[in-house]
Nanobody, 118 residues
Framework: QVQVVESGGGLVQPGGSLRLSCAASGIIFRLYVMGWYRQAPGKQRELVATISSGDSTEYTDSVKGRFTISRDNAKNTVYLQMNSLKPEDTAVYYC????????????WGKGTLVTVSS
């Protein structure tokens, strides 16, 4: 059974930092592209960052220079380090795993809420 579980969300003040974690089980982790997405209230889910099995990364423009995605294949975990947080970063953050050779093999976590507010 495949499980994708996010953790690390919470309330943080503007300018602060948080690190999200996503642990995946039931898959051969190193064969999956891992991604973080977010959905703010009233908005569509958007891609935040992805990291390939070869550690290539991509970011949406609004988080470049502030967020860093990384993975630890030994721990089957992907991370999202978020610095200089802004109120507009407030959203539910979702972890996604999709197979590097077959995008139809695709798993989602249930999300973790990040609230940036003073």
């Amino acid at each position: 059974q495949v499980q994708v579980v996010e953790s690390g969300g919470g309330l943080v003040q503007p300018g602060g930092s948080l690190r999200l974690s996503c642990a995946a089980s039931g898959i051969i982790f190193r064969l999956y592209v891992m991604g973080w997405y977010r959905q703010a209230p009233g908005k569509q889910r958007e891609l935040v960052a992805t990291i390939s099995s070869g550690d290539s990364t991509e970011y949406t423009d609004s988080v470049k220079g502030r967020f860093t995605i990384s993975r630890d294949n030994a721990k089957n975990t992907v991370y999202l380090q978020m610095n200089s947080l802004k109120p507009e970063d407030t959203a539910v953050y979702y972890c996604n795993a999709h197979h590097q050779s077959n995008y139809g093999i695709n798993y989602w976590g249930k999300g973790t809420l990040v609230t940036v507010s003073s």
